[in-house]
């Protein structure tokens, strides 16, 4: 009776909205006890409301009453510590709305720690004891908490489901096997259970395996991102090394025509100031001979005249003039002329290997090593696992396809159709993508009629230009089955393979983007393999139709 008495002071000291004893007890005015900081959190959630409640009671307050803390309360709690008694261990805690209660517990319920799939009803750990106590209940089947135990009743019988019914793929009782399931195909539920149990075991083991390849083919990508990162540092590095080599070296270029034309500037002007300043002389010496000449044409006395004039007379020649040559200044323009030239040509090099530089960039290849390839298809129903549904792009359609309702069905028109201008739409060549792009595993078929070839290719085939870029089947970005009514033929990269098989208006195709297979079928009452391809797709490929004469179409259809 004394743990009874304590018992009823735990609950009576406990918050029942942490299910723990006290802490800075508070009275509101409804007289309900709690943790201060439990019941502050709680009216901070309704401060929108503006009304603030008890969580037991439901009583509302307006305004937010003013927290005050029980001191008597604490003191209490307190000495209820002081014994030693704290609030209800953990396997007798009581169960919260997340929490399984117990069934046989009344009033405040407490957590279940099992549940029992024979008496289907849950205990607490004192509840549970004469399950391990009684001979008869030791035998009974004990499970982790549920709250699903009324799932194993039948809503009919009102009877446990021990049995499973193959037919229908359902949980039976035993009186429903005498009933709507007599004749059926019936196992203990216990040996499904197991039977599906090794079945789980193989898809965990497959997915386990598929876990580990996916780890190895990622930490072989971390690998390969830090290859790229590193490569592409170092050819950074070295380019920027090379290019100011390039640079030194055009600047020192620089600085030898610059010294060149600055000395030979000076050679020039030297030679033009010598010409110069003896040209000067030769006028002084002109001037002064001028001014004997005219001092003697003014002489009165003629025999003195005639005796000076032979002296004064006599003219030298002028020894300068015949050297002075006024020549534009042909040499500065024809060195200019020669480093024009030069830059011309470095321009045009730079030019061509830049185009090789970028399509060496772009030849950068990441790709995961080729996995084991699972085994294909063979049943319609292993096919129909992997069925797709497509839909055209219309914005990659040539302006003379009509796409149908639905851009499922393209058809080949002799008049144009109004589309809008897109950059992916193909204008050399009558073909259309899928909006869709392909990984993974897919199968899909085609109904056509005329000439038309069924192709898959990479989402950045060329879409104009030459006609070789954008053609599938006819570069190294698509390929293409090409369908004739007596014949087939594949394409890839310019080489034609030639494919036998039974004619057909239908065409299946199956692609394995990771293992690299793409097959391509004739469907009609059976499947027939016509082509297979075993290559490593490095893009994400998308469906695609051509077309090769008028009326011609292809749709895509749900496979048969």
């Known amino acids: ?29 409804c007289k309900h006890n709690y943790c201060m900081d439990c019941i502050k959190t709680h ?78 009803v849950s205990y607490c750990k004192k509840h549970l004891q004469p399950h391990y106590d009684i001979v008869q209940l030791k035998k009974h089947k004990l499970v982790e908490p549920s709250k699903n135990l009324q799932q194993l009743i039948c809503s009919r019988h009102d009877e446990v489901m021990k049995i499973f019914c193959r037919t229908d793929q359902q949980s039976i009782c035993y009186l429903c096997l005498m009933d709507e399931h007599k004749g059926h195909e019936t196992v203990p539920a216990a040996a499904e259970r197991a039977e599906k149990q090794k079945e789980l075991e193989v898809s965990r083991q497959q997915i386990q395996q598929r876990i580990q390849d996916g780890e190895k083919d990622v930490k072989l990508l971390q690998q390969e991102v830090e290859a790229i990162n590193g490569s592409a540092d170092k050819a950074v590095e070295d380019s920027e090394k090379i290019f100011t080599e390039l640079i030194r070296l055009i600047q020192k270029r620089s600085s030898d025509v610059k010294q060149q034309i600055r000395s030979q500037q000076e050679t020039e002007v030297s030679r033009v100031k010598e010409l110069q300043e003896k040209l000067e002389q030769e006028i002084t010496e002109l001037k002064r001979k001028d001014g004997e000449l005219e001092q003697l044409s ?43 030239e030069t830059r011309d040509k470095l321009q045009d090099i730079l030019t061509e290997e830049w185009t090789n530089i970028s399509l060496a960039a772009t030849d950068v290849d990441v790709s995961l090593p080729k996995p084991k390839p699972e085994p294909e298809p063979k049943s319609r129903a292993d096919f129909l696992k992997y069925s797709h549904e497509f839909t055209l792009d219309s914005n990659t359609a040539h302006t003379r396809l009509l796409l149908s309702k639905g851009n499922r069905k393209a058809t080949l028109m002799k008049q144009q159709q109004f589309y809008s201008g897109h950059p992916d739409r193909f204008t050399q ?131 048969k």
Request: aromatic letters at 10%; one cysteine or more.
């Open 43 to 120: 009216w901070d959630e309704e401060d929108q409301t503006g009304s603030y409640s008890c969580p037991q009671c439901r009583k509302t307050f307006i305004p937010r009453p003013v927290l005050e803390k029980n001191i008597l309360l604490a003191e209490l709690v307190e000495e209820l510590k002081k014994t030693g008694l704290q609030a209800a261990p953990a396997d007798h805690c009581y169960a919260g709305p997340e929490d399984v209660a117990c069934d046989v517990c009344t009033g405040r319920k407490l957590k279940a720690i099992k549940s029992c799939l024979v008496c289907l």
């Open 1 to 29: 009776m004394a743990q009874k008495g304590v018992q009823l002071h735990q609950e009576n000291f406990s918050c029942s909205i942490c299910l723990d004893l006290l802490k800075n007890p508070v009275t509101i005015p």
């Open 429 to 559: 060549c009558y073909q259309v993508l899928s909006r869709e792009s392909l990984t993974g595993r897919c199968y899909w078929e085609v109904e056509w009629r005329e000439l038309v070839y069924v192709a898959v290719a990479y989402k950045n085939i060329s879409r104009g230009r030459d006609a070789d870029e954008c053609l599938f089947g006819f570069n190294n970005k698509s390929w293409a089955l090409y369908c004739d009514k007596t014949r087939y033929t594949f394409h890839h990269n310019k080489v034609q393979t030639d494919v036998s098989g039974p004619p057909s208006s239908r065409i299946g195709v199956y692609l394995d983007h990771r293992a690299g297979i793409l097959s391509f079928y004739s469907v009609s009452k059976t499947r027939t393999l016509l082509h297979r391809v075993q290559t490593t797709f490095t893009q994400p490929l998308c469906a695609g139709f051509g077309f090769l004469v008028y009326k011609s179409a292809a749709e895509f259809v749900k496979p």
């Open 298 to 340: 003014h002489t009165e006395d003629h025999n003195q005249f005639l005796h000076n004039y032979p002296s004064l007379s006599a003219l030298s020649e002028s020894t300068h003039s015949s050297s002075i040559n006024i020549r534009p200044l042909r040499y500065f323009k024809d060195l200019t002329a020669a480093v024009s």
